[in-house]
């Protein structure tokens, strides 16, 4: 199975400033045919199942806002929210999807410092 | 607008079966370009992809291998829902179950998620 690796486990950010965390696969997860990353960025609040913020590592869901974006490519991934704003605070996972069984890490936890 | 509405019992025995149900509106279990999918969550494992059933001419389906040996998916497309069928559980499998649709292997859109405990 591809290990997902997510750093770090936790996070507390301003309002207003940049959040970042990395997610990293032990394994390639770009397909060479279509040059796509098989990456997606989710977030969780408590209560709720997880949405879908990024895929394709890149491309941010209808809704999503701005703030948020997905980089990387191969094995080394990273989400960012460039302002945080209140409503931010939440756990992230990244999932990757270029092969069963589709692994997920094992989360980053966003607080509000 | 596509939503899963999930159902099932919160509470199995040990060694009894799990079954979960996951009613589809806005979207067709037999799409072409859909992955129906079930996910776990708990604290100690985290989120598990358990596997998937999808059509594509015929049915396919795919099953992470920690519970390969345990679970059946099954599509209905009379009701245009399918299920999750566990067996033998034990307090290991107790978790918040999710159904998702995966849609170019991204889950966009998820049910409410069922909790279930197994314990006797």
């Known amino acids: 199975d591809i290990v997902m690796t997510q750093s770090p486990d936790s996070l507390a950010v301003s309002l207003g400033e940049r959040a970042t965390i990395n997610c990293k696969s032990s394994?390639?997860?770009?397909?060479?045919?279509?040059?796509?990353?098989?990456l997606t960025w989710y977030q969780q609040k408590p209560g709720q199942p997880p949405k879908m913020l990024i895929y394709?590592?890149?491309t941010r869901e209808s809704g999503v806002p701005d703030r948020f974006s997905g980089s990387g490519s191969g094995t080394d991934f990273t989400l960012t929210i460039s302002s945080l704003q209140a409503e931010d605070v939440a756990v992230y996972f990244c999932?990757?999807?270029?092969?069963?069984?589709?692994?997920f890490g094992q989360g980053t936890k966003l607080e509000i410092k | 607008q596509v939503q899963l509405q999930q159902s099932g019992p919160g509470l199995v025995k040990p060694s009894q079966t799990l079954s979960l149900t996951c009613a589809i509106s806005?979207?067709?279990?037999?799409?072409?370009?859909?992955?129906w999918t079930w996910i776990r969550q708990s604290p100690s494992r985290g989120l598990e992809w358990l596997g998937r059933?999808?059509?594509?001419?015929?049915?396919?389906?795919d099953y992470a291998l920690s519970v390969k040996s345990r679970i059946t998916f099954n599509p209905d497309t009379s009701k245009n829902q399918f299920s999750l069928h566990l067996n033998s559980v034990t307090p290991e499998d107790t978790a918040v179950y999710y159904c998702?649709?995966?849609?170019?292997?991204?889950?966009?859109?998820w049910g409410q998620g069922t909790t279930v405990t197994v314990s006797s």
């Open positions: 059933t999808y059509y594509r001419s015929k049915w396919y389906n």
């Open positions: 806005g979207d067709s279990v037999s799409s072409n370009s859909a992955a």
């Open positions: 998702a649709r995966a849609y170019s292997g991204s889950l966009n859109v």
């Open positions: 394709w590592a890149s």
């Open positions: 999932q990757q999807y270029y092969e069963t069984p589709h692994t």
């Open positions: 394994q390639s997860i770009l397909y060479s045919s279509n040059n796509k990353n098989y």
